[in-house]
């Protein structure tokens, strides 16, 4: 499966940067993000930067990546729900605008 990974920037300049999350240290290419200062967060794939995320979408994207983890080795349960999806834990699901602009058409 590939996927993007949220690292975040240790140091580098334009062309390449040293990132890392956790006990994952990866060396990535910089060229379509542009030189990052350190403590930014990029979101990896094969090997290069993608794109700059926020804080907090890197967060819970590394503990969605953590429930993919647990469930691929079997330690997930029920309870661990608020633990890997907190920001959808304490509130109703919301279509995104798009979809919802396409229900209204529907009625």
Known sequence: ???GI???VVQGDEQVAE???GDRSERLNMLLVG???AGTWVLAFQGSALRVMAEDEAL???A???A???VLAGDSGPQDFDLYFADL???EPELPPHLRAAKKDTH
């Open 1 to 3: 499966m590939c996927i």
């Open 6 to 8: 949220p690292l975040q």
């Open 19 to 21: 990132c890392m999350a």
């Open 35 to 37: 030189a990052q200062p």
């Open 60 to 62: 819970q994207t590394r």
């Open 64 to 66: 969605a990546l953590a």
């Open 68 to 70: 993919l983890d647990a």
């Open 89 to 91: 834990a304490t509130r």
